[in-house]
T-cell receptor, first 112, second 115 residues
């Protein structure tokens, strides 16, 4: 079945540093999504990408949809303590439905 | 508007028992999806209901079932609980499905512990 490989698994960085994480797939996705999960909460959508090559920003977050449609990356600039959490990439498991395939997640810790 | 509401937030059961979890989607949302989250397997899709019909099903045994009511509220049931069913069960709603807009709205989850 479809799988998403996300790296790194975890990151421990200093406040103010930039962060980069990526996601690769063995199959093509037509949509790439990045979610963040805070402790004790459900995931929240950060950025959605719908077109190969697309680069989208949301504040300090920037994500890109790879040209091959088999990868995506998420960058966070000038990290702050509230960036702490688990970041997931996801792609549709079925068109126009609520079925998503999630990566394993990248746990981010930020040291003030 | 109110977000996705899941009840109960925490529960403890013993092996062999059954459990029912409830999810109230955002008003106007017709799609409700359920996910299981564990440290080892991550976030895995259980099933999705749309307009009271199961539209998609993940690779879980038949002990996992669900339903959706006419008001879009959904329940999932796990029968004959096993230790490995201990997990955070997340419900997500959207207007018609997540992959078109990419946006699923998740609840805070129901944390199930099986002893």
């Amino acid at each position: 079945g479809q799988q998403l490989n996300q790296s790194p698994q975890s990151m421990f960085i200093q406040e103010g540093e930039d962060v980069s994480m990526n996601c690769t797939s063995s199959s093509i996705f037509n949509t790439w999504l990045w979610y963040k999960q805070d402790p004790g909460e459900g995931p929240v959508l950060l950025i959605a990408l719908y077109k190969a090559g697309e680069l989208t920003s949301n504040g300090r977050l920037t994500a890109q949809f790879g040209i091959t449609r088999k990868d995506s990356f998420l960058n966070i600039s000038a990290s702050i303590p509230s960036d702490v959490g688990i970041y997931f990439c996801a792609g549709p498991g079925s068109s126009n439905t609520g079925k998503l395939i999630f990566g394993q997640g990248t746990t981010l810790q930020v040291k003030p | 508007k109110a977000g996705v509401t899941q009840t109960p937030r925490y529960l403890i059961k013993t092996r062999g028992q059954q459990v029912t979890l409830s999810c109230s989607p955002i008003s106007g949302h017709r799609s409700v999806s359920w996910y299981q989250q564990t440290p080892g397997q991550g976030l895995q899709f259980l099933f999705e209901y749309f307009s009271e019909t199961q539209r998609n099903k993940g690779n879980f045994p038949g002990r996992f079932s669900g339903r959706q009511f006419s008001n879009s509220r959904s329940e999932m049931n796990v029968s004959t609980l096993e230790l490995g069913d201990s997990a955070l069960y997340l419900c997500a709603s959207s207007f018609q499905g997540g992959s078109k807009t990419g946006e699923l709205f998740f609840g805070e989850g129901s944390r199930l512990t099986v002893l």
